[in-house]
């Protein structure tokens, strides 16, 4: 069965980057893109980024354009999310997940990664 | 960018109610719309995909109609397990975009 298993919990400070990995199994990975989700404390869900692990095209939200990084290994099965100079404002939940079929509605979630950002 | 806008933010409900959330797009995303229900803690659970298809598994007390610029989430009978927050996600043309959110208590 598909499952993604995502690394653990971050803490930051104000300035530094972080790396968040996505590890993909129970399909062939290179046949659906990963999208990246995060979530703020009590607030909602926010899109960040597209990859196709098939040819490395990349999606991004405007305001990460700079300072977010997606990539996948197609040798590990595992996408990685590289956000730089974080500030309090990154403080979220970091997701990785997968669409169900042609569509990108999102059926498949990995746990999530808790990233906080504190001096 | 194709904003939504999602309400009510909240939406005060008993079990037995029929429960509708309401969900608006800036300009036409054909169908290209998914609902998903998430619990505290937990990631989002897709519920319904390209508007109206429901996803397998998921209790058929769902429902989801719409297309071009309004959608509806429906729930024909709440059930306790349905005490959550829910969201609208686009995905007809990048950037996608997710609703703010519905809080269902």
């Known amino acids: 069965q598909v499952h993604l298993e995502q690394s653990g919990g971050e803490v930051k400070k104000p300035g ?6 996505c590890k993909a199994s129970g399909y062939t990975f290179t046949t659906y893109g990963i999208t990246w989700v995060r979530q703020a404390p009590t607030q909602g869900l926010e899109w960040m980024a597209w990859i196709s692990p098939y040819n490395g095209h990349t999606n991004l939200a405007q305001k990460f354009q700079g300072r977010l990084t997606v990539t996948t290994d197609t040798s590990t099965t595992t996408a ?26 999102l059926l498949y979630w990995g746990q999530g990664t808790l990233v906080t950002v504190s001096s | ?6 309400s009510p933010s909240t939406l005060s409900a008993s079990v037995g109610d029929r429960v509708t959330i309401t969900c608006r797009a800036s300009q036409s995303v054909t169908n290209w719309l998914a609902w998903y229900q998430q619990k505290p803690g937990k990631a989002p659970k897709l519920l319904i995909y390209d508007a109206s298809s429901l996803e397998s598994g998921v209790p058929s007390r769902f429902s989801g109609s719409g297309s071009g610029t309004e959608f509806t989430l429906t729930i024909s009978s709440l059930q306790p397990d349905d005490f959550a927050t829910y969201y609208c996600h686009r995905y007809n043309s990048y950037p996608w975009t997710f609703g703010q959110g519905t809080k269902v208590e």
């Open chain 2, 1 to 6: 960018d194709i904003q939504m806008t999602q």
């Open chain 1, 16 to 21: 530094a980057s972080v790396k968040v990995s």
């Open chain 1, 80 to 105: 990685h999310l590289d956000l730089r100079n974080l500030t309090s404002d990154d403080t979220a939940v970091y997701y990785c997940a997968r669409a169900g079929g042609y569509g990108g509605y």
